[in-house]
């Protein structure tokens, strides 16, 4: 019999985004049974009606600000031998909980899943500039699981007992998806990219969002080098490697198999030079102490 998965998604005033979350899940061409668990963190407006649309969701609170902490919740108020993660904004494949359970039958296999991300794009033959930089820069988790040993939480699964045993979650001031890839490696587990385990994720409407994202990233990477002199002299270079890497992205541009003209490309090249070299300014004004210091508003 198919194991009882739990979907956990954490929301903060993003009732219309989640409709359509919920609605993906109800499409689901899973044999099995699984429960939605909504964890609100804080909106101005408890999503009650929309959540109350579907009958196998349910809402829950949390009242500590931060994604991490609302999945912790999510976990502690669901019942699936399967835990699965996604994002209030997200959407997921027809195929996404079955190629979840498909792959997690083993309970002792030590094993967690991280799936693709893709850009949910309004018209694939005419991108926006964020929508073609995003297609080629955003939510690498290949690239995230097989070099950095983590996935993103928008689109991460594990059994419920490996769960348990790696921890809960860490709060809003560090990066909580890496911290946890770092400790589940650390314990032994491995993490598998599934390239069938597809969710898509809109892109951002304005560079202001993307900004104040990496604001967030700033802030937390530098909160594990700020105490040390040679790793500040590190994070100068570095500082200075993502102002002229915009040089060198010409070759993943050019080669991306998710942009499909010249104009997308340029779109895409125009985007991420100016979206680095916005990074290696708040880089250099967090190192001199005048950066940005906020991680408090996680979604915002």
């Known amino acids: ?6 979907v956990v998604i954490p929301h903060l005033d993003q009732a219309s985004p989640l409709a359509r979350c919920l609605a ?7 044999s099995g049974k699984f429960e939605i668990v909504v964890v609100d963190n804080g909106s101005g407006e408890l999503p009650r009606k929309t959540v109350a649309r579907f009958p196998n969701a349910r809402l ?8 991490g902490p609302a999945r912790n919740r999510g976990v502690a108020c669901s019942r699936g031998e399967i835990l699965a993660f996604t994002d209030a904004d997200c959407t997921v494949d027809e195929g996404w909980l079955a190629a979840i359970a498909a792959r997690l039958q083993d309970p ?36 995230y699981i097989r070099k950095f040993r983590f996935s993103g939480t928008g689109n991460l699964a594990v059994r419920r007992a490996d769960f348990d045993i790696v921890g809960p979650f860490g709060g809003i001031d560090i990066s909580e998806d890496r911290d946890w890839g770092r400790r589940a490696n650390a314990l032994g ?10 969710v898509y994720h809109p892109a951002r409407s304005s560079f202001t969002e993307l900004y104040r994202k ?12 700020r105490k040390s002199r040679l790793a500040r002299l590190r994070w100068m270079f570095y500082a200075t490697g993502v102002f002229v890497s915009p040089a060198i992205e010409s070759r993943r541009i050019y080669s991306s198999p998710r942009l499909f ?40």
Do not use: C
């Not at 899940?25 to 899973?30: D, G």
């Not at 587990?189 to 597809?198: G, S, T």
């Open 108 to 143: 002792q296999a030590k094993r967690i899943l991280g799936g693709d991300v893709r850009i949910a794009v309004e018209d694939p033959k005419r991108l926006t500039e964020l929508e073609a930089y995003e297609s080629v820069f955003q939510y690498r988790q290949e690239e």
């Open 60 to 67: 829950e609170q949390e009242a500590t600000p931060g994604p």
């Open 214 to 225: 990496w604001d967030r990233h700033i802030h937390h990477d530098f909160s594990e080098v």
């Open 189 to 198: 587990f491995r993490i598998d990219y599934v390239p069938e385990m597809i």
């Open 1 to 6: 019999m198919p194991a009882l998965i739990s």
């Open 261 to 300: 003209s010249w104009r997308s490309r340029l779109l895409a090249w125009s985007a991420v030079t100016r979206i680095r070299a916005y990074r290696t300014k708040q880089m250099l004004k967090v190192m001199a102490g005048t950066g940005n210091k906020r991680s408090d508003l996680w979604n915002r």
């Open 24 to 30: 993906s899940l109800a499409r689901q061409n899973y």
